[in-house]
């Protein structure tokens, strides 16, 4: 008969552990016994990044409003009306209305100056013409005066030489007058055109200015310059603009016109992972918006700068996958899910990553035998989001724990 008191206190543990794990495999649902173990498996092993993003036509022809609003001081403009996202347009249909309370002021600034200058110009033109009939009506009388005193001067001829000098002088003084005028008329007439020619300069600038603030006024009615279906352009802060927002004259775009037969998927990728990323990555994707289908692609671009994104701590770059079918479903700013495939591994033992417990810098598993567990160190390989390759120490088809028993310190090592 065995003295059960005397037994040592390690089969005790022993004992007991074993007692647990009959109850568990008894009493414990068969769903449930699953859950807390698995199998070793040897096959392909793919190692991937998973990130969502957003679609995106790879080539697209933006939607712009006038390009001569800073000409005029304008540098930021209300879009007050635009189509819905989405719209199917034709080539000159209307897309957008832009705010013309602005240009409206300028233009009426413009047309009351236009006003003032062609009333300074025609006063001008007055004021020259009275004035150069008065300048030609003293010359006129001026020659009359050379021929009184020619008649004088010849009358003098029997006089006394002082009366004759005297005559011959005021002669001389007359003439001098009438040429000093003629000379007046001259350089007045030129200084009259020359203002006349300034002020119709200032006319036709302010003219022009008017005409293309008129010809601006028009232009805020934004139409399509093709075929397309419209899709809001997003800002710096990913924010789409749509009716209300404001439009600087350095990006005057209001809306996008994408080509939806090549489409890419815009994603952002932690800088933990970056350094596996290169151009020409496979890519398996899924439309949130479209479950049961699924696409391929490939890595296009990674961004060689990271950004940090509002509300985020971490840094991220930017990857641009293109996508290799053609699919009239995909449309800009659908969600998708994507699968970068960085390597994929033939042959290879893997687990769960919750069957790998690890003890210092020893990385081991429980190994159900039977109706016992064993502990057993492992050399662990490559890993992926869910599992972990192992290189030695179990073989294919063998039972792990994925939870740590907690009387784990008292499991023998295999």
């Not at 002020?199 to 139409?223: A, F, G, P």
């Not at 060689?304 to 996508?323: A, H, M, R, W, Y």
Request: a negative charge.
């Amino acid at each position: 008969m065995i003295n059960y008191m005397k037994l040592p206190e390690k089969k005790w543990l022993l004992i007991g552990s074993a007692i647990i794990i009959l109850l568990a495999l008894f009493l414990w649902p068969e769903d449930e016994m699953s859950n807390l173990k698995s199998t070793v498996v040897k096959g392909d092993f793919k190692i991937e990044v998973n990130t969502s993003g957003e679609l995106k036509a790879k080539k697209s022809e933006d939607i712009k409003g006038p390009t001569s609003l800073r000409s005029h001081g304008i540098w930021q403009i209300k879009i007050t009306d635009l189509v819905t996202e989405g719209t199917y347009v034709k080539e000159g249909d209307y897309v957008a209305q832009l705010d013309k309370s602005e240009v409206g002021t300028k233009i009426i600034a413009a047309s009351t100056e236009v006003e003032k200058i062609t009333s300074e110009y025609e006063q001008a033109r007055l004021d020259t013409v009275i004035e150069m009939m008065k300048l030609k009506d003293e010359l006129l009388n001026l020659n009359y005066a050379i021929e009184e005193k020619q008649l004088v001067f010849d009358q003098s001829t029997f006089e006394a030489p002082a009366v004759k000098r005297q005559s011959e002088i005021d002669l001389e003084k007359t003439k001098r007058s009438h040429s000093q005028k003629a000379n007046n008329i001259l350089l007045k007439r030129e200084q009259n055109s020359a203002k006349l020619r300034q002020i119709q300069l200032s006319l036709n600038q302010e003219q022009s200015k008017l005409t293309k603030l008129q010809e601006l006024l028009n232009e805020l009615r934004i139409k399509a310059p093709k075929d397309g279906m419209v899709v809001y352009k997003r800002t710096w802060d990913g924010s789409k603009i749509t009716s209300g927002s404001q439009i600087s004259v350095w990006d005057p775009t209001v809306a996008t016109l994408p080509d939806l037969s090549k489409m890419v998927t815009q994603t952002y990728v932690n800088e933990i992972d970056i350094s596996n990323l290169k151009e020409g990555l496979l890519v398996n994707l899924t439309v949130d918006a479209f479950p049961d289908m699924s696409y391929t692609g490939n890595v296009v671009n990674v961004a060689n700068v990271g950004e940090q994104l509002p509300n985020s701590d971490s840094k991220v770059f930017e990857v641009t996958i293109e996508i290799n079918e053609q699919d009239t479903l995909l449309r800009p700013a659908m969600t998708t899910n994507n699968k970068i495939l960085i390597e994929e591994l033939s042959e290879v033992l893997y687990v769960p990553q919750e069957c790998v417990f690890a003890n210092d810098s020893l990385s081991y598993v429980i190994v159900e035998e039977g109706l016992s567990l064993k502990k057993q160190e492992v050399v662990l390989g490559k890993t992926n989001s869910n599992f972990v390759i192992i290189e030695e120490g179990i073989t294919e088809g063998e039972e792990l724990l994925m939870i740590k028993p907690e009387d784990v310190k008292s499991i023998d090592w295999r």
